[in-house]
Every structure is written in C-alpha cells, then in structure tokens.
Nanobody, 120 residues
Framework: QVQLVESGGGLVQAGGSLSVSCTAS????????MGWFRQAPGKEREFVAA?????YFADSVKGRFTISRDNVKNTMYLKMNTLKPEDTAVYYC????????????????WGQGTQVTVSS
C-alpha cells in the first residue's frame, strides 16, 4: 500500500513562488509515474504536471511550474513560479504503477491535498 502526503502549501502574492512536496511511503518504485492535480473552488479537479522518465505539463502552467522527484527520498516536488490568482486551489499528488499520464483516473494512489492560495 502506498501513502502520499503533501506539504508546503500556503499563501503567496501574485507573481511569487511556492514549492509543494509529496512524500510517499510504502512500496513505490522509481518507474512509477507521479503527478500533481489541483481543484479550485467550484471546479473539477484538473491535471497540472506529471513525471516518470520524462515530464509533462498542463498548458496553463507550462513555463512557470517545474516538477522533479528524488527517488531516494521517495519525494516529488512542484516548484511554482510567477503564480497567478487562478492557480489558487487544493493541490493533490498522485501515483500510479505505470507510465506517464495526465488522466486522473489512471492514478490509483492520492494524497489528502495541500492548499495553495495566490492573492492578487
């Protein structure tokens, strides 16, 4: 069983930067794909970024967000730059025992989420 715990959310002004982390416990392999999704108030959860042997980003964050992972520490990171108020959401990390994907239903393990709020 894999458990995921996010950390690092908070409040930041527009144009600022923030990093969130996701630490996995349990049996997780470096070949597993991991990803970030987010859900803003009143909206459906949406894909943000994913990482396996490569990375993939939603168009809305491309060029502003970077994703990385440390397989020794079983931790994935999302560095968010040039944040906008529309980036405000609960950010969830997820993992799957398969290749890179941007589809929510492909991921089988999920964290509880961490709030990111960007003030204008």
């Amino acid at each position: 069983q894999v458990q995921l715990v996010e950390s690092g959310g908070g409040l930041v002004q527009a144009g600022g930067s923030l990093s969130v982390s996701c630490t996995a416990s349990g049996r997780i392999f470096s070949t597993y794909a991991m990803g970030w999704f987010r859900q803003a108030p009143g909206k459906e959860r949406e894909f943000v970024a994913a990482i396996s042997r490569s990375t993939y980003f939603a168009d809305s964050v491309k060029g502003r967000f970077t994703i990385s992972r440390d397989n020794v520490k079983n931790t994935m990171y999302l560095k968010m730059n040039t944040l906008k108020p529309e980036d405000t959401a609960v950010y969830y990390c997820a993992a799957r025992p398969g290749p890179l994907s941007a589809r929510e239903h492909d991921f089988i393990w999920w964290g509880q989420g961490t709030q990111v709020t960007v003030s204008s």
